[in-house]
């Protein structure tokens, strides 16, 4: 309502966001659970007096460095500069919200670039106790990283007490807080041996090879039987109407789910034959393949997550379309063109009626919709009437009970309806035509 919409043409903002973040937390999960892989590994090479488990570790180390980075820090500046645009008032109320909660989480962030970069540097130049201790401090850094983030995250679901108090603990520790951060520890803890695998076949020596591939497979295997506790957990504490989206509420939304649960069945399935089982035969093609099934359940497994916040962006706080909850019946009475401040026009006429129409559509559904690209809104208009769509505009929870309503009075709604008729496609299009 308060700022101007970017509009991402196919893509859509949503989903631009969500290649971003996916992309984001296939590195960040394992910054966190790869850190303590590091500590451990080289503390066990020394116990075991093992010098090839140790020459490991330091390659390892400099993969790690490099990945989590350079392309984990990108991807994390790309997060906050595409959500300040797609959705710049939800971005506003999680910054002013949790303000102290992201300066804390960058004081974490610090510590963990310092200490990263200290421990690659530091191999053969420290003691091994003092080269250890650099490693804690990475790894329990990376994990209160992780659950500074993790509250902010989860509250985007459960916003618990937090819409009445706006206490800020009420929001950080909310109903989901613990479920997702047990589930995404385990997830870390899994990325880091799945990644670990990578470097693992590269090595030359095949005693190493055999030995660290095994090794990297307790990582992954234990955190798989143990993720869909956590899973349970979790889903027990969501919104009733969110667990109805994955129910089948949205069909694409519990194919997801399903699909989720087959690639992490897939990738225990993988992980036990492949490096645990069979070792010797494990080789870097395999290890790449088992990356890209694990990619495959964590990509599920966030955009279920995301998806069952609909008809919200901030749950029983704030719409999808950027209206508050509790600003709903005011903006319907007064209409949009009074209280969004980027219309280009104040007043609705004859004239100006379509092209209001298609801003309406921009500010009120574009945050979802696109027109011809990924969940085009045209489809939907096939064999509509302007009367018809105007009916169903009225009360958006009927039709589609996860979309938020229509923040705008009933000329505004003819407006948009109007100018939705313009996209309606030409009955050879929706029929398949007729010959001549």
Not at 81 to 108: Q, R
Not at 349 to 367: M, V
Request: with cysteine.
């Amino acid at each position: 309502m308060n700022f101007p919409v970017w509009e991402v043409p196919y893509l859509g903002g949503g989903l631009l966001i969500g290649i971003i973040a996916v992309f984001h937390v296939f590195i960040s999960h394992f910054a966190v659970g790869g850190g303590l892989f590091l500590v451990l590994t080289e503390r066990k090479a020394y116990r075991e007096n093992n010098a090839v488990m140790l020459e490991y570790v330091k390659k390892h180390s400099t993969f790690f460095l490099l990945l989590t980075l350079v392309l984990g820090a990108l991807s994390g500046v790309a997060i906050w500069f595409t959500i300040g645009l797609v959705h710049p008032s939800a971005t506003s109320s999680l910054i002013h919200t949790f303000v102290w909660g992201w300066a804390i989480e960058w004081v974490f962030f610090i510590v963990e670039i310092s200490s990263i970069i200290i421990y690659v540097a530091m191999w053969e130049k420290m003691s091994r106790k003092a080269h250890l201790t650099i490693g804690w401090i990475y790894a329990a850094s990376g994990f209160l990283t992780l659950a500074v983030i993790n509250g902010i995250v989860s509250f985007m679901l459960t916003t618990g007490s937090w819409p009445e108090t706006r206490n800020f603990w009420d929001g950080l520790f909310n109903p989901t807080y613990l479920p997702s951060l047990v589930a995404r520890i385990l997830i870390s803890v899994a990325f880091a041996g799945v990644y670990a695998f990578l470097t693992a076949t590269r090595l030359k020596d095949e005693h190493a090879r055999i030995s660290i591939a095994r090794y990297s497979a307790t990582w992954v295997l234990p955190a798989l039987m143990l993720f869909p506790f956590s899973l349970w957990w979790y889903y027990a504490q969501i919104p009733v109407q969110a667990q109805d989206i994955v129910g089948g509420g949205i069909e694409y939304i519990q194919t997801t789910a399903t699909y989720g649960m087959i690639a992490a069945g897939l990738l225990f399935l993988l992980v036990l034959i492949g490096p645990f089982w069979r070792p010797r035969a494990f080789n870097f093609a395999q290890a790449v393949v088992i990356l890209l099934v694990a990619s495959a359940a964590m990509f599920s497994w966030e955009r279920v997550r995301e998806a069952v916040r609909k008809p919200y962006i901030i749950y029983d706080y704030m719409y999808s379309n950027s209206m508050l909850v509790n600003e709903g019946e005011s903006i319907q009475q007064a209409g949009l063109l009074q209280k969004a401040k980027w219309m280009s026009e104040r007043e609705l006429t004859d004239q100006n009626e379509l092209k209001i129409g298609k801003e309406l559509f921009r500010a009120q559904c574009a945050s979802c919709h696109t027109v011809g690209g990924y969940q085009d809104i045209v489809p939907h208009l096939a064999d509509r009437t302007q009367e018809d769509l105007e009916i169903i505009l009225s009360d958006l929870s009927s039709f589609r009970g996860y979309m938020p309503p229509f923040g705008g009075n009933e000329h505004e709604r003819t407006a948009l309806a109007k100018w939705l008729m313009t996209l309606q496609p030409a009955p050879s299009e929706s029929n398949g035509g007729t010959q001549p």
